[in-house]
C-alpha cells in the first residue's frame, strides 16, 4: 500500500511537536529557522537531530562540523517561531529576542526554555530533507516557563509546572 503525501503530511499534523528555533553562524552573521521536527537520539553522547527542508534558504550554512543551536521556545514566544519561519532577511529574524552565545558561537537565544548549542557531526539527505545530527556541547536551561507547541496546523500553549495541569 502507497501512502500520498498529503494524507501523511495530515496526519503528521496530529503529532504535536515542540517549537524551537534553530541556528547556526555568529552573532555577526547569523542564521536561524523555525523548526519542529527536532528529537533526542541518544544521551551518550548527548546528541539531538534535526530536520530542515533542502529549498529553505538556511540550508546551506549548515555543514558538518559546524554550529548549530536548537533554542526551544516558550508559550508567549509565537512571534519569534513566525519571524523565523517566514520570508524576513537573516538580520531582521535575529531583531526579536536577546542573543549571545555559548561554546559553539552559534546564536543562543536568552529566552529560551532550553538551548542545546551543538556540533554537526553528520547530515544525512532523506527525501526532500536534510537530516542534521548535532552532538551537545553546552546547555543552557531558561527561567521556569510554559511551552510552545505546534499541533493540528496551530500553536499551543503547555503550562510550566506540574500544578498547571
Known sequence: MTVDSQTYRDAM????AAVNVVTTGT???????TASAVCSVT???PTLLVCLNRAARARAAF???GAMCINVLSASQRDISGSFAGPMDMYERFTYGHWTTLDTGAPVLEEAVASFDCHVDQIVE????????GVVEAIRM???QGGLVYFNRAYHALPHGQDEL
Open 27 to 33: 552573532l555577526d552573521d547569523p542564521v536561524g529557522f
Open 63 to 65: 555543514r558538518t562540523g
Open 43 to 45: 544521551d551518550a553522547p
Open 13 to 16: 499534523a496530529r503529532l504535536g
Open 142 to 144: 531558561g527561567a521556569g
Open 126 to 133: 532523506v527525501g526532500t530533507h536534510s537530516v542534521m545530527f
